[in-house]
């Protein structure tokens, strides 16, 4: 049963910390979206890639978010330096077909509590 | 620009009475559409998605959704609830132009009593 794995699934740390949240999407998959979930705000979208190469980060703050895929099974999303504001639920997910036409397959999240 | 609307934030329903969560959508083209559910402490796992053909798509544990292009809804449904449908409901449509993004709604807790 192929699923996307999130590590970890939960992180505390104290502001001006650095934070690194780790995707591994479901093989084969060429499409992966960062999330982040709040009560306030919802689902956003953070930032998403095709074939590794980032298409969108527009939903994420420039100043200290950055995402990268090192390779085809590791997607990594950092917060430097982490701010109270920034606790939430992250989420990744992986697809792969068409443009918009296939599902999205969500990973369990990174419950993300910075003091 | 494409967006979605799900009007209420919760909806209750009896155990095996039918159930409807509502959304509207807006798009320029072609809608694409989807339902995701959010169990607590869990990721969005999706249900059903219309692209095109039957207006009536069926999806995931007994739900099903109706494309309505005049009325630019596309409520999900169930004909008999179950205590374990309790959760979050997000409906969704494809962002403009050629693009695997997703614009969420706001979700929808959907509470079913025994």
């Known amino acids: 049963d192929a699923r996307v794995t999130q590590t970890p699934r939960h992180k505390v740390t104290e502001m001006g910390q650095e934070v690194t949240m780790r995707c591994q999407p479901i093989?084969?998959?060429?499409?992966v979206f960062w999330y982040r979930q709040t009560m306030m705000q919802g689902l956003e979208l953070l930032a998403y890639f095709r074939n590794r190469a980032p298409l969108d980060d527009s939903g994420m703050p420039k100043d200290r978010f950055s995402a990268e895929m090192p390779d085809a099974t590791l997607a990594t999303l950092k917060i430097q330096p982490s701010e109270p504001r920034d606790s939430a639920v992250y989420f990744c997910?992986?697809?792969?077909?068409?443009?918009?036409?296939?599902?999205?397959?969500f990973g369990p999240g990174t419950r993300l509590t910075v003091t | 620009a494409q967006s979605v609307a799900q009007p209420e934030d919760q909806v209750n329903v009896a155990e095996g009475n039918p159930l409807t969560v509502k959304c509207t959508y807006s798009?320029?083209?072609?809608?694409?559409l989807f339902w995701y559910v959010q169990y607590p402490n869990r990721g969005l796992q999706f249900l059903l998605k219309?692209?095109?053909?039957?207006?009536l798509v069926k999806g995931s544990y007994g739900f099903e959704a109706e494309f309505n292009k005049s009325q630019t809804s596309f409520h999900l449904k169930k004909p008999s609830a179950l205590v374990s449908d309790s959760a979050l409901y997000f409906c969704a449509v494809r962002a403009g132009g050629a693009t695997n993004k997703l614009i969420f709604g706001t979700g929808t807790l959907l509470a079913v009593q025994p």
């Open positions: 997910a992986s697809g792969f077909g068409p443009p918009g036409i296939y599902e999205q397959y």
């Open positions: 219309y692209i095109t053909g039957d207006n």
């Open positions: 798009v320029s083209g072609n809608p694409y």
């Open positions: 093989l084969g998959h060429n499409t």
